[in-house]
């Protein structure tokens, strides 16, 4: 594994001049995620899982994006969000940059819901180029979480500062993690929800749904080791494709 960002631009000449060729970098968010849990949320839990890539599949691993596509949470400070055309630029630029550094096989690993399209967008559009992109959204997690979770989703499929998101940071990161003031909300969603744009501001108070306190560092630990044994396995494919 190479950390690209305190390697020298030899190191990274002489990695790939061994036949290593993989890039791997997060792209995360800067958003807000409830009293208890940081804005960098995202990014931490996106960073853990693509510097685990990096190291079993010996890849490069380059500096983690720390913003995203998060206009949903736009309403609560904190919440710097790109736009969808930024994100897609800026998944092309990376990716071009790795494949001129002789890093052609890259890989994203995506720790944002709002980032989801634009990075499609972006993969789609590298592939015209002949440039091989694999776009890794958290699998398995949905799996993982229905197992380990006791508490109630707010929504179903959405992890968004309640009990999965905590426990996953409280896994990678627990000093920005401040379990006194995790409070659970349950607000009413609209009934067209998911089918047009809401902020979600307009619907909570804060940016939790569902319930933080049953969260827990142990927990984190399975759900991570779900999403990098199912991710590593479709870098696995990826790699020999
Ligand atoms: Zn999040």
């Known amino acids: 594994m190479l950390e690209l960002a305190g390697a020298t631009s030899d190191e990274v000449r002489d990695f790939v001049a061994s036949g290593r060729r993989l890039a791997v970098v997060a792209i995360g968010a800067l958003e807000a995620h409830g009293?208890?849990?940081?804005?960098?949320?995202?990014?931490?839990v996106a960073e853990r899982v693509a510097r685990e890539l990096?190291?079993?599949?010996?890849?490069a691993l380059l500096p983690s994006v720390a913003y995203g596509e998060t206009w949903a949470t736009s309403?609560?400070?904190?919440?710097?969000?790109?736009?969808?055309?930024?994100v897609r630029m800026l998944a092309i630029d990376l990716a071009?940059?790795?494949?001129?550094?002789?890093?052609?096989?890259?890989?994203?690993?995506?720790?944002?819901?709002?980032?989801?399209?634009?990075?499609?967008?972006?993969?789609?559009?590298?592939?015209?180029?002949g440039i091989?992109?694999?776009?890794?959204?958290?699998?398995?997690?949905?799996?993982?979480?229905?197992?380990?979770?006791?508490?109630?989703?707010?929504v179903p499929g959405?992890?968004?500062?309640?009990?999965?998101e905590t426990s996953m940071v409280l896994a990678v990161a627990p000093d920005l993690v401040h379990p006194d003031r995790a409070q659970p909300q349950y607000p009413?969603?609209?009934?067209?929800?998911?089918?047009?744009?809401?902020?979600?501001?307009?619907i909570g108070e804060n940016a939790v749904f569902g319930d933080p306190r049953?969260?827990?560092?142990?927990?984190?630990?399975?759900?991570?080791?779900?999403?990098?044994?199912?991710?590593?396995?479709?870098?696995?494919?990826?790699?020999?494709?």
């Open 35 to 44: 009293a208890h849990l940081p804005l960098s949320t995202d990014t931490v």
């Open 54 to 59: 990096a190291e079993r599949h010996d890849g």
């Open 75 to 86: 309403g609560w400070p904190g919440t710097i969000s790109l736009s969808p055309e930024t």
């Open 96 to 129: 071009r940059g790795a494949v001129a550094s002789g890093l052609d096989r890259v890989v994203v690993v995506n720790g944002d819901f709002g980032n989801r399209l634009p990075l499609a967008a972006a993969a789609r559009d590298l592939a015209a180029d």
């Open 132 to 154: 091989r992109v694999l776009v890794l959204d958290h699998p398995g997690l949905a799996e993982a979480a229905d197992a380990v979770r006791e508490s109630a989703p707010a």
């Open 158 to 164: 959405m992890n968004h500062g309640e009990e999965i």
């Open 188 to 202: 009413e969603f609209p009934v067209d929800f998911g089918t047009r744009p809401v902020r979600l501001h307009e």
């Open 214 to 241: 049953p969260a827990t560092a142990a927990k984190g630990e399975t759900l991570f080791a779900a999403v990098i044994a199912a991710a590593s396995a479709e870098v696995e494919r990826f790699l020999a494709g």
